[in-house]
């Protein structure tokens, strides 16, 4: 399948690098959206709190 027909389809997986201020609200997004979503971190606390469904951006919700 081309890569046009998995976005459209949804199939498609996303990688997000970096969990940040930018990363982790796009990360979200693509998952409101229907994509699976990949992200990844070098900062081993925010991989633990996201593997806790927590976030450590105020501005986003505490629970994901």
Do not use: W
């Not at 997000?16 to 201020?21: K, S, W």
């Not at 796009?26 to 633990?48: H, M, R, S, W, Y």
Request: proline share 3%.
């Amino acid at each position: 399948m081309h890569l046009k027909a998995r976005i459209k389809s949804k199939e498609a997986r996303v990688g997000i690098i970096g969990l940040g201020y930018v990363g982790l609200p796009l990360a979200i997004a693509f998952c409101n959206a229907g994509f699976q979503v990949t992200g990844f971190d070098i900062d081993p606390e925010k991989v633990i709190l996201l593997q806790q469904g927590k976030s450590y951006i105020k501005q986003i919700g505490g629970d994901l």
